[in-house]
């Protein structure tokens, strides 16, 4: 008999996420937007035990990454992220080790050691190269179950730097025509490069995606990256593992709170307030 949602809040207190990228594309700062934090996170063995993170920095320089290893905020220890650092260099040790930690945590048993979700993010302050081999056998070959694969296209504010110089180059704009027609450029560019189109087309395709922009800015957060996460997640469960983990969305809570047949009777009520409108003969077709 499948866990109800009562018991997987009771049993099941953490979130467990894999983090995929190449280096420098915005990992720790997105962990730390989802956390609502600054600190760098405790790295832990499997089996709790805290590691010196200058120990972990060595072993990437010198190729070495566990992929099993959890990275945990104090800010909010709910969360737990496993980053799969070393096979996007093009390693095949690392990525067979990855591929196989990935069919085991998707598929396991053991509901605590699961991975409930995949950020993959790919930044697109290089987006003429935003697909390398590592995305295309990632895509091709990892079958992760049912578990979702979300693409976090970080650094999406790039692209404007991009259009806006692209812009500049045209005679006679002004600094409104630039701030106008900016943001249409941009969608261009990124329609243009087909990432999201190529990443379909593959074996395992991706689920969702999201963009984030500006992410070094302190008022910027990842609601809706949660939010896709939740959407894709399709399981009421492991929905309300995640809203209940996560720190920074009261909105996102309050919806996923309210089921679809209360947002319903609370329409109805509302729209018998206004008969005029006949908005409750439209409440009762639904």
Same mark, same amino acid.
């Given at each position: 008999?499948?866990?109800?949602?009562?018991?997987?809040?009771?049993?099941?207190?953490?979130? =467990?996420?894999?983090?995929?990228?190449?280096?420098?594309?915005?990992? %720790?700062?997105?962990?730390?937007?989802?956390?609502?934090?600054?600190?760098?996170?405790?790295?832990?063995?499997?089996?709790?035990?805290?590691?010196?993170? *200058?120990?972990?920095?060595?072993?990437?320089?010198?190729?070495?990454?566990?992929?099993?290893?959890?990275?945990?905020?104090?800010?909010?220890?709910?969360?737990?992220?496993?980053?799969?650092?070393?096979?996007?260099?093009?390693?095949?040790?690392?990525?067979? +080790?990855?591929?196989?930690?990935?069919?085991?945590?998707?598929?396991?048993?053991?509901? #605590?050691?699961?991975?409930?979700?995949?950020?993959? !993010?790919?930044?697109?302050?290089?987006?003429? =190269?935003?697909?390398? %081999?590592?995305?295309?056998?990632?895509?091709?070959?990892? *079958?992760?179950?049912?578990?979702?694969?979300?693409?976090?296209? %970080?650094?999406?504010?790039?692209?404007?730097?991009?259009?806006?110089?692209?812009?500049?180059?045209?005679?006679?704009? %002004?600094? $409104? *025509?630039?701030?106008?027609?900016?943001?249409?450029?941009?969608?261009?560019?990124?329609?243009?490069?087909?990432?999201?189109?190529?990443?379909?087309?593959? =074996?395992?395709?991706? +689920?969702?995606?999201?963009?984030? &922009? #500006?992410?070094?800015?302190?008022?910027?957060? !990842?609601?809706?990256?949660?939010?896709?996460?939740?959407? &894709?997640?399709?399981?009421? &469960?492991?929905?309300?593992?995640?809203?209940?983990?996560?720190?920074?969305?009261?909105?996102?809570?309050?919806?996923?709170?309210?089921?679809? *047949?209360?947002?319903?009777?609370?329409? $109805?009520?509302?729209?018998?307030?206004?008969?005029?409108?006949?908005?409750?003969? +439209?409440?009762?077709?639904?």
């Amino acid at each position: 008999m499948p866990l109800s949602a009562q018991d997987v809040r009771k049993k099941f207190t953490r979130f =467990r996420i894999l983090v995929v990228g190449r280096a420098n594309a915005g990992k %720790t700062t997105l962990l730390q937007k989802v956390c609502n934090t600054t600190e760098k996170p405790l790295i832990l063995d499997g089996k709790g035990n805290k590691i010196d993170a *200058d120990v972990v920095r060595s072993s990437v320089d010198r190729g070495y990454h566990d992929i099993n290893n959890e990275l945990v905020f104090q800010s909010n220890p709910g969360f737990v992220f496993h980053d799969s650092c070393g096979f996007e260099a093009g390693g095949e040790d690392e990525f067979k +080790k990855m591929k196989e930690s990935v069919s085991e945590r998707a598929s396991t048993r053991k509901l #605590n050691e699961r991975i409930h979700a995949i950020w993959y !993010c790919i930044p697109v302050d290089e987006y003429h =190269r935003a697909i390398t %081999t590592a995305e295309e056998r990632f895509f091709s070959e990892c *079958d992760t179950d049912d578990v979702p694969v979300i693409v976090v296209f %970080t650094k999406f504010d790039a692209l404007s730097a991009v259009a806006l110089g692209e812009l500049r180059k045209i005679p006679g704009l %002004t600094r $409104k *025509d630039l701030f106008e027609r900016t943001p249409k450029l941009v969608e261009e560019i990124f329609a243009k490069a087909n990432i999201w189109g190529r990443l379909c087309g593959t =074996r395992h395709p991706p +689920k969702n995606y999201v963009r984030l &922009a #500006n992410m070094n800015i302190d008022d910027t957060d !990842c609601g809706l990256l949660l939010e896709c996460t939740t959407g &894709a997640l399709g399981d009421e &469960a492991l929905q309300m593992l995640l809203m209940s983990t996560q720190q920074t969305n009261l909105e996102l809570c309050i919806t996923y709170a309210v089921s679809e *047949d209360e947002c319903i009777l609370m329409q $109805k009520g509302i729209a018998k307030w206004f008969p005029h409108t006949g908005g409750l003969a +439209k409440m009762k077709d639904h």
